[in-house]
């Protein structure tokens, strides 16, 4: 079956411009998550979601970033007014529920200028 | 406290040898689980190996093995016969408790080189 997809691949854009970045989880998974990397470091976690819910948004950076997901399954991640810091690598995953491991999708690699 | 922590930032190894990447967790919670994923320059990150709070033995997926030490809090990966694909990032991870969507806590990384 597919993994986790997610679109676009790659994203430039001028600072103060609003960007979505899209999920597609694995068929089934009830949890969605994103996660920021920024070169050469760690994940940094922002948001869960379990179904259409997110009960934990305490990751998220500032106001300018919000997220949905819709239907228990596509998530968009908006980040308005894009600052430079912004820039980095959007990760998401999925996973099945209980004890499960999250799967990764490729990536959206993020560049502000 | 970091909740993951990973104090080799690099390591090097001889193709077909073995290497340790290190890995100790802080937790309180009787139940979590602990991750490796590996992410190669491609940038993917992916799945190596799960082992449970409960599991009695360590966990083993072909040439990946987790060293679980419950006492020291400390779940090193072993990759044995090294080959030069797994050159890469190693991330060791934790999800507290048992519920769906508990955060998962990464580590910083270990950057492996195999060297032929």
């Known amino acids: 079956g597919a993994g986790v997809s997610q679109s676009p691949s790659n994203k430039v854009t001028e600072k103060g411009k609003d960007v979505e970045l899209r999920c597609d989880p694995i068929?089934?998974?009830?949890?969605l998550y994103w996660y920021r990397q920024s070169l050469g470091q760690g994940l940094e976690f922002l948001i869960y979601?379990?179904?259409?819910?997110?009960?934990?948004k305490s990751g998220l950076p500032s106001d300018r970033f919000s997220a949905e997901r819709t239907g228990g399954s596509v998530s968009t991640l908006t980040i308005q007014r894009t600052q430079q810091e912004d820039s980095a690598v959007y990760l998401c995953?999925?996973?099945?529920?209980?004890?499960?491991?999250?799967?990764f999708g490729p990536g959206t690699r993020l560049t502000v200028l | 406290a970091q909740k993951i922590t990973q104090t080799q930032p690099g390591m090097f190894v001889q193709e077909k040898e073995a290497v340790t990447l290190d890995c100790t967790y802080d937790?309180?919670?009787?139940?979590?689980?602990l991750f490796w994923y590996k992410q190669p320059s491609s940038g993917e990150m992916i799945f190596l190996i799960y082992?449970?709070?409960?599991?009695?033995q360590n966990a083993t997926e072909g040439r990946y093995s987790l060293n679980f030490q419950k006492a020291r809090k400390s779940a090193n990966l072993v990759i044995s016969a090294s080959q030069l694909g797994d050159s890469a990032m190693y991330f060791c991870?934790?999800?507290?408790?048992?519920?769906?969507?508990?955060?998962?806590?990464f580590g910083t990384g270990t950057s492996l080189t195999v060297i032929p």
């Open positions: 082992q449970g709070s409960y599991d009695q």
């Open positions: 068929s089934g998974h009830t949890a």
């Open positions: 995953a999925s996973s099945l529920g209980g004890v499960d491991t999250q799967y």
């Open positions: 979601f379990q179904g259409n819910s997110a009960p934990d």
């Open positions: 937790t309180s919670d009787p139940s979590y689980g």
């Open positions: 991870a934790m999800r507290e408790g048992l519920d769906t969507g508990n955060q998962f806590y």
